[in-house]
């Protein structure tokens, strides 16, 4: 895509140099027939050795969906596996969780890390949504103007709540994806427009949230930052960086 050039005078010149590097790059994402057999490989995987999370049930809420997204930022899926069952009992909606003191939300968080800013957003949060009575707004750029909301939760908005496809794009999903397809142009995945453009493409089907776990559970037990168990691997033999003993 090209763009004018008049509306560039008024935007700062590294904003201008980075655009116009976007503009030279070329997307060529991998061939529909490796992306079908990725998604074929990993669900047949994951249909035997899929972790299970009280956040995966079919019951799960799209209060309870996001709010376990929320806690899993930064944080272990195991650890929140134990911790997320009481957090919800205790706070079971957006209105629970908006009139609860930041005071008890920060003792309620203490064990999971990170709870002064966790208490302060997810407060923030739920006052807005209570306001809404409990629904988001469907487009992108409205949900991002939410409190504490950046592009993996509002991933997890259009997934959860509205049903559209859309990745859950961590560093965890970008190793898989790069070690299967190719690395990245841009060092933050979040700009990055190969990987954004193949995430996006991956969990294009009509289960996206299973295969988003399914890629996120593959780096959490054998795609692993060191010592990544190939052998093991059910995306093995369509992967560009594979090592079999």
Request: one cysteine or more; a positive charge; aromatic letters at 10%.
């Amino acid at each position: 895509m090209r763009f004018g050039n008049g509306w560039r005078n008024s935007l700062p010149r590294r904003k201008v140099l980075l655009i116009k590097k976007l503009e030279r790059m070329i997307i060529r994402l991998p061939k529909p027939r490796l992306i079908r057999q990725f998604r074929e490989k990993l669900l047949c995987w994951y249909g035997k050795y899929g972790r299970k999370f009280p956040w995966r049930r079919a019951s799960t809420s799209k209060y309870q969906y996001i709010i376990a997204e929320i806690l899993l930022q930064r944080t272990r899926a195991e650890t929140i596996a134990v911790f997320f069952p009481n957090f919800v009992r205790e706070f079971p909606s957006w209105k629970n969780l908006g009139s609860a003191s930041v005071a008890r939300l920060q003792r309620y968080l203490q064990p999971i890390g990170l709870w002064r800013r966790r208490a302060a957003s997810v407060k923030a949060l739920a006052r807005e949504m209570t306001k809404r009575n409990g629904i988001f707004p469907k487009r992108r750029e409205d949900i991002e103007a939410l409190p504490g909301i950046g592009q993996y939760i509002a991933n997890a908005v259009l997934l959860f709540c509205h049903g559209t496809p859309q990745p859950l794009l961590d560093v965890n999903m970008a190793r898989v994806l790069e070690r299967v397809f190719g690395p990245r142009k841009l060092a933050d995945i979040r700009y990055d427009p190969y990987l954004q453009e193949l995430a996006k493409k991956v969990v294009q089907r009509k289960t996206p949230a299973k295969l988003n776990w399914a890629i996120l559970d593959l780096a959490s037990t054998i795609c692993l930052i060191r010592k990544p168990r190939c052998s093991d691997c059910p995306l093995a033999s369509i992967c560009l960086e594979a090592v079999i003993a």
